[in-house]
Every structure is written in structure tokens, then in C-alpha cells.
């Protein structure tokens, strides 16, 4: 936007839109006009004063390109643990209440059922008649050997041998399943009542049962969770996805806290979502007490930290959709007066960190020659806006 200054005219200074002049000459019948171009702003040397003008230089600096994303705390599958009986049965005790630590193999409730002395009395008699059979298997087959005995009856001692040797191992499992060791069971020890242990350790979530109660095989009884290897699951927005891979470090932060815990990244989906989103998957590392599965995180994700030229953020405008920085084009002396001219020039705005944001000069500068406006930009801006407004009659 070009303007005309004309003289002589009354200049009334407006330090904070307008910083345009009105210069009076020797002659009060005479005008002369002056045009600047469209990217030149002018300041007097009052003016200047009065704006705060700063002048610096284009610094190189360290900026780490980070990705700011969000997601939650999760555990991994072999870390939650869902507790069901595979055979039904009353609750007759409960040892633990949520929120308690859990050993791996720790009773957690001990159930009774008349079931559980059926399978027991079962596998006690089939042993039994398979010691029998097993017996006879090893006195027919000498028999056998020394043609005493025929093969038709040595046929039916293996098969019944191999029956029974069946129906034991078969009631060895259920016997398993339901936390009783075959080896220890005896005729004296037979009993109603069967444990319900912890496969993991970890702490107790949920506890879904009473006493007295009765379970069947598809009630969930009790929930574990081992929080020792928390992961993060993180959002990313689809054109961020080549900008992350394994082994990339995280910073995240839980319930506004500002305490600061760190993960690794360990995976990367291998597709897009619906939604247009991509997920990456990072193992906190460390222990941290107060995070939990479930929890909202605010995560930073350190993509890269590069050497790029930068300014003070301040020193960046933006006009029309643009970013634009202002350099000094020269000073001059004008009826006796300092004069500084200042030239606009649209730049490409990089990332900010630190009050610093990376900027990328067109091809005809160069950093080493130019000196640029880093305080009191957007005052210069704001005179080239009003540049129409200050023009005088």
C-alpha cells in the first residue's frame, strides 16, 4: 500500500497505530509530495524513540520440532488379569478388598461346592482301578511272552488299561482347573472347599463377589492389574505419522500435573484410523506412582532438535494470512531530521520454543547482512495498516 506525505501540515503522533509523518517545509504556499513504496514503512527519529524500535539479528539456534498429542495410560494384556472359577460354587470367604497389592499365587477367596468332592472321590476311584489295570496289563504281557496267555484276553487288558489311564489323566485337568494337585490328594484329605488364587501380581481393581454367593463359571470374580509396565496409547493427527518411529522419546503429563514422566516409543500402527488419525504406542519408563490405567495424558513427542535460523517470536507479524518480519532498508536526514526506513518481507514461520520461532528468508537475503526488527514489529505494522488513514490535505 503506497501513501503520499505532504508539507507543510500539522503532525499529531499516535504512538501505537500511526507512525507515519506529515514534514513541513521552508514555504507554507509550497507542497511537495514523496512517495514510498509499498513495503516501506518511516519512522523520525522521535517516532522510533517513541515505538521502542529494537534492532537484532537472525540467531541459529536449537529448536526441537515437537508434536504436542494427547491419549491415555493402558496396560498390557499379559499385565490385567480377569479371575473366573471354571467350576461354580458359594463364596465361603473373601482375604482381599480393592485396591490391595497381590502376589502371584496369592488366595484371593475360597469357594465350596459338593462338585468339588464328586470329581475328587471320581479321580481317587479311576487311580484305583487304573493301579489295578496297570497291573494287570504288566502280568498279562509276560504271560503273553511265554504263550500262556491268548491274545484276545491280552487285547481286552490293554484296552481297559488305556481306558482307565484316559479317565485318569482327564480327571488329573479337572482336578487342575479347579487349583487341586492330584499328586496330594489322598483318601484323607478329600474337601468341599477349593482356592481361588492370583495368576499375576499387582493390585486388586475390582472385587465382584460376597460372602455367600454363589458363582458360576462365567461370573468374573475379581480384576487384577500390575501397573510395573504402564504404556501409553497416543493420538496422532494422519499427516503427523512420518514423523515418528521407534525408540523416539516422550514427555507426558497426568491430570494437569506438572510434574513431567518420560516413555519411549516401542510401536507404530500400521494403518490409518477411520477417523483420520494414527496411534503410536510408548512404555513409560520409571516408576510413576500416580499414574494409572486409564488416566488422560498430555504428551509431547520429540521429533527432532535442529539448528535452524530463528527470531524472537515477537518479531514475526502476521498481515493477510502471511508472516512477515521487518528489516531496516536505510537511515536518512530529510530538512535536517534523521529518517529510518524499514522494509516488510514475508518469511516462512517454522515451530516456536522458547520465545524463539524458526523463520526461512527468501533467496535474496541473507542473515549475515540484514538487521531486523525484533521489539515493536507489530507497531510498524500497524502504521502500514493506518497508511491511508495518515495521509494530510
Given at each position: 500500500m503506497s501513501f503520499i506525505k505532504l508539507k507543510p501540515v500539522a503532525f499529531a503522533l499516535l504512538v501505537s497505530t500511526t507512525l507515519l509523518s506529515c514534514r513541513s517545509g521552508q514555504k507554507a504556499e509550497e507542497k511537495?509530495?514523496?512517495?514510498?513504496?509499498?513495503d516501506i514503512v518511516e519512522l523520525r527519529d522521535d517516532q522510533r524513540k517513541m515505538a521502542n524500535i529494537e534492532m537484532g539479528s537472525v540467531e541459529i539456534r536449537t529448536i526441537s520440532n515437537n508434536l504436542k498429542v494427547n491419549g491415555t495410560v493402558n496396560v498390557a494384556p499379559q499385565n490385567r488379569a480377569t479371575v473366573c472359577m471354571p467350576m461354580g460354587g458359594f463364596v465361603k470367604s473373601i482375604r482381599l478388598a480393592p485396591g490391595s497389592a497381590v502376589r502371584k499365587g496369592e488366595v484371593l477367596a475360597i469357594l465350596t461346592n459338593q462338585e468339588f468332592v464328586d470329581i475328587q472321590q471320581n479321580y481317587l476311584e479311576a487311580k484305583n482301578r487304573f493301579d489295578y489295570a496297570e497291573a494287570e496289563y504288566k502280568r498279562y504281557r509276560e504271560l503273553f511272552k511265554e504263550d500262556i496267555s491268548s491274545q484276545k484276553n491280552m487285547q481286552?487288558?490293554?484296552?481297559?488299561?488305556?481306558?482307565?489311564?484316559?479317565?485318569?489323566k482327564a480327571l488329573e485337568q479337572k482336578l487342575s482347573l479347579i487349583g487341586i494337585q492330584a499328586t496330594r490328594l489322598t483318601e484323607d484329605n478329600i474337601s468341599s472347599a477349593v482356592s481361588v488364587v492370583s495368576p499375576i501380581s499387582g493390585y486388586m481393581k475390582s472385587v465382584n463377589i460376597s460372602m455367600g454367593k454363589y458363582v458360576s463359571s462365567s461370573d468374573i470374580l475379581f480384576e487384577i492389574v500390575n501397573t510395573d509396565a504402564l504404556y501409553l496409547d497416543l493420538t496422532l493427527f494422519e499427516k503427523d505419522a512420518?514423523?515418528?518411529?521407534?525408540?523416539?522419546?516422550?514427555h507426558f503429563f497426568i491430570n494437569n500435573e506438572t510434574d513431567q514422566h518420560d516413555a519411549v516409543i516401542?510401536?507404530?500402527?500400521?494403518?490409518?484410523?477411520?477417523?483420520?488419525?494414527?496411534?503410536?504406542?510408548?512404555?513409560?519408563?520409571?516408576?510413576?506412582?500416580?499414574?494409572?490405567?486409564?488416566m488422560y495424558v498430555n504428551a509431547i513427542i520429540e521429533t527432532s532438535n535442529d539448528k535452524v535460523m530463528a527470531l524472537p517470536s515477537e518479531a514475526v507479524v502476521r498481515f493477510d494470512d502471511k508472516e512477515y518480519i521487518f528489516i531496516l532498508e536505510r537511515e536518512k536526514v530529510e530538512d535536517g531530521k534523521p529518517f529510518t526506513e524499514y522494509r516488510m518481507v514475508e518469511i516462512s514461520k517454522g515451530v516456536t520454543e522458547n520465545g524463539y520461532t524458526q523463520i526461512t528468508l527468501p533467496d535474496t537475503l541473507k542473515m549475515e547482512t540484514i538487521k531486523v526488527v525484533i521489539k515493536g514489529a507489530y507497531k510498524l505494522l500497524s502504521a502500514k495498516k493506518n497508511a491511508g488513514e495518515m495521509s494530510c490535505g
Open positions: 511537495e509530495t514523496e512517495i514510498l513504496p509499498e481286552q487288558v490293554i484296552s481297559d488299561y488305556k481306558s482307565l489311564k484316559t479317565q485318569v512420518d514423523k515418528v518411529s521407534i525408540g523416539q522419546k516422550i516401542y510401536q507404530t500402527a500400521k494403518s490409518i484410523n477411520s477417523d483420520k488419525t494414527y496411534n503410536v504406542y510408548a512404555k513409560v519408563v520409571g516408576v510413576c506412582k500416580n499414574t494409572l490405567p486409564g
